[in-house]
T-cell receptor, first 117, second 115 residues
């Protein structure tokens, strides 16, 4: 089984629908992230969480919300999907602690491809 | 100016060639640097961290120049399996030098190695 599992892997939906992307991890990491990837723009951070009680906005959080249900689970919601949210979404985890101990090395899920019509 | 900039390529090289990728970053407070590799339609995976003194892992060599805010990746004796997108990644640190844990990704450099 993958260390970081994302569901669904592919989703096609219509404008205005509510969508939830789920992420679960078996790494035991404290930190979890949601990124989106668009051609030519690279990966951009949507939200991140350093522990269950800590949620932070990334650089492109508008139109998204997140929930950290447990240390191992971090879900991303689009309350009312719009076409420009069509993208490949990645969940990632990292350990906390010192740089020298490997903190900030991200482990990614396989991605969730979302198409909003 | 983008926080992390890479030449998007594509770089098309024959097997056995040596190829170098460059990356510049704008935040002088950045403390951790990485190269990730992403295969088509797959998730990014860590290729190597970049250390101040430079480091090597087999055919791959990474260099960091803090004064110029510049990172490089050198691939020697290219293989067909090296074809991928290479992402330059930089973290941010706060004023106290503690890592935010937030990474900024370059847009990636596409490498195609042909027979």
């Amino acid at each position: 089984d993958a260390d970081v599992t994302q569901t669904p892997r592919n989703r096609i939906t219509k404008t205005g629908k509510r969508i939830m992307l789920e992420c679960s991890q078996t790494k035991g990491h404290d930190r979890m992230y949601w990124y989106r990837q668009d051609p030519g723009l690279g990966l951009r951070l949507i939200y991140y969480s350093f522990d269950v009680k800590d949620i932070n906005k990334g650089e492109i959080s508008d139109g998204y919300s997140v929930s950290r249900q447990a240390q191992a689970k971090f879900s991303l919601s689009l309350e009312s999907a719009i076409p420009n949210q069509t993208a490949l979404y990645f969940c990632a985890t990292s350990d906390s602690g010192r740089e020298s101990a490997g903190a900030n090395v991200l482990t990614f899920g396989a991605g969730s491809r979302l198409t909003v019509l | 100016r983008k926080e992390v900039e890479q030449d998007p390529g594509p770089f098309n090289v024959p097997e056995g060639a040596t190829v170098a990728f460059n990356c510049t970053y704008s935040n002088s407070a950045s403390q951790s640097f990485f190269w990730y590799r992403q295969d088509c339609r797959k998730e990014p995976k860590l290729l190597m961290s970049v250390y101040s003194s430079g480091n090597e892992d087999g055919r791959f060599t990474a260099q960091l120049n803090r004064a110029s805010q510049y990172i490089s990746l050198l691939i020697r004796d290219s293989k067909l399996s090296d074809s991928a997108t290479y992402l330059c990644v930089v973290n941010k640190a706060n004023a106290g030098g503690t890592s935010y844990g937030k990474l900024t990704f370059g847009q990636g450099t596409i490498l195609t190695v042909h027979p």
